[in-house]
């Protein structure tokens, strides 16, 4: 983005805004990246009345959050005070994350993950399977904590060297555009899209 803007890194005085910027409007769009793992105590089998920490896969939804780790993050501040860029944040984790979050997205994306997982040549496939049952689960009628885990299980699998993001989007986007799926877009993407438009009505909001 710096090619939109000057980005100060810092809030030394000394540094200043220089070079010249590219006078169009560029909205970037990047990770949350909440800790990937959190600790916590639980009843410990092995003694009696005592606990033990262990790690366990940080999971977040409405009511369950945590600050984002993302080192862009701290550039946002910057980037809006100048003129013709802006840094959007997703609001749960990651891109893929988020989508899953929103309306009944989560179905179609555990379908679109259930046509690309490699069928095994004997047996059926566990992942297939399961992936196939959440796509017939309407996840409107969900709550947060469980549309929550089932994104984090949608963000994994598309994360898999089986998948890869590049091909599970490239099918997603045929997907939408071949048959008209209602798809839910999460608010700062909406807002990034506005902003870029020169439409003031995110900001405004």
């Given amino acids: 983005m710096q090619l939109y803007c000057n980005i100060k890194t810092t809030d030394d005085p000394k540094e ?12 970037g769009l990047t990770d949350l990246d909440p800790p990937k793992k959190i ?5 410990d089998p ?9 790690s366990d896969d940080f999971i977040p939804y409405e009511g369950n959050m945590k600050n984002g780790t993302n080192h862009a993050l701290k550039l946002v501040d910057s980037i809006s005070k100048s003129t013709d860029a802006r840094l959007f944040v997703s609001k749960y984790k990651t891109l893929e994350y988020d989508l899953a979050m929103e309306g009944n997205n989560a179905a179609l994306m555990s379908g679109i993950i259930a046509s ?17 049952a959440m796509s017939k689960i309407d996840w ?17 699998r ?6 890869g993001k590049g091909m599970f989007a490239q099918v997603m986007t045929d997907k ?5 799926f209602i798809f839910t877009v999460p608010e700062y993407i909406k807002n ?14």
């Fill in 140 to 156: 409107t009628e969900k709550s947060p904590k469980e549309v929550a885990e089932a994104a984090h299980k949608i963000l994994k």
């Fill in 176 to 180: 939408i555009q071949s048959e008209g």
């Fill in 46 to 54: 092995e003694n009696a009345g005592e606990t033990k920490e262990v």
């Fill in 16 to 27: 200043k805004d220089v070079g010249q910027n590219i006078p169009v409007r560029c909205a």
């Fill in 192 to 205: 990034a899209i506005l902003w870029a438009s020169s439409l003031e009505v995110a900001e405004e909001e």
């Fill in 116 to 132: 690309l997982w490699p069928t095994p040549k004997e047996n059926e496939s566990p992942v297939i399977k399961e992936f196939t």
């Fill in 158 to 163: 598309i994360d898999d060297d089986n998948i």
């Fill in 39 to 43: 600790k916590k105590e639980i009843p």
